[in-house]
């Protein structure tokens, strides 16, 4: 009499190829978050750019209260205040007609968004709105996976 059945190295191959598939699966669905989380900050970025550059132009002042012909230094690490006359103004801004920006002030990772008048890229300074990436790692420490726009008009 044979004996139907299946050994236990066949049952133990079908069960690694399924837990090989399942830890590629997770993998790849980990990596579409992380780059969807990326599209939004950039798109939120662009947004927040325009704002920042119309406030710029309106009222002559960056979101840290300088002149927009010198950013200076005063970096601002939360951009959501009223003190920086995007969505509301503590009355410093003459010319303000805003608000100018309406939308998330907080990163995909829960960070908040930045304004930073010397932003240094390759060695060299420049106006612009970002976020601290993934890693969340700032202020004043710029590193590879920071998303930022460029405002340098």
Known sequence: MKKRGFTLVEIMVVVSVVGLLAGMGAFAARKGVQNSRIRQAKTELSMISTAVLQLAWDT????NGRPRTNGGSAERWDISPAS???????????NWKGPYYDGALRDPWGNRYFFDPDYR?????????????PNGVGPNRYDSDDIYVILDD
């Open 60 to 63: 002559g002042k960056w979101p």
């Open 84 to 94: 920086c006359g995007l969505m509301d103004t503590d009355g410093s801004y003459d």
């Open 121 to 133: 890229i390759n060695g060299v300074n420049h106006v612009a709105v970002g976020s601290f990436g």
